[in-house]
């Protein structure tokens, strides 16, 4: 079994979307949230109504989908949230990537 194999049967269903309605293929990715000892170097943000976390996430995909060339327009979907990118990078083994990892924000939007 390999690694983009594991993505696609174990994988969230998510796209990658951006500027002028652009839109990638569904793949498969894992995104699960980052714990308070994973995240004591990301800052929260004290609002009006109290402190936003900011909801970080770490996101695990596919090579094929490189997160580290996008810009901040550029987010990621799933059937019920979507997330901004705030880092990514690719894992390698030897010379290959074998997958790309991202720290992910939810975006919240305000009705």
């Known amino acids: 079994m390999t690694i983009n194999s594991i993505f696609e049967r174990y994988g969230r269903d998510v ?3 951006g500027p002028d309605n ?15 000892k994973n ?12 402190f936003n976390s900011e909801g970080h996430y770490l996101y695990l995909g596919p ?5 580290t ?3 901040k327009s550029y987010q990621i979907r799933t ?3 979507k997330y901004t990118i705030d880092r990514a990078e690719k894992v390698y083994l030897k010379n290959e ?5 991202a720290i992910i924000r939810e975006i919240v939007e305000v009705d």
């Open 69 to 71: 060339r996008l810009d």
């Open 97 to 101: 990537v074998v997958y790309v990892w």
């Open 22 to 36: 652009w839109s990638s293929e569904t793949y498969g990715a894992f995104i699960q949230p980052l714990r308070y």
């Open 79 to 81: 059937s019920d949230k």
């Open 39 to 50: 995240k004591m170097y990301l800052n929260g943000v004290n609002t009006v109504i109290g």
């Open 63 to 67: 090579p094929e989908h490189d997160l």
């Open 15 to 17: 796209t990658l979307n």
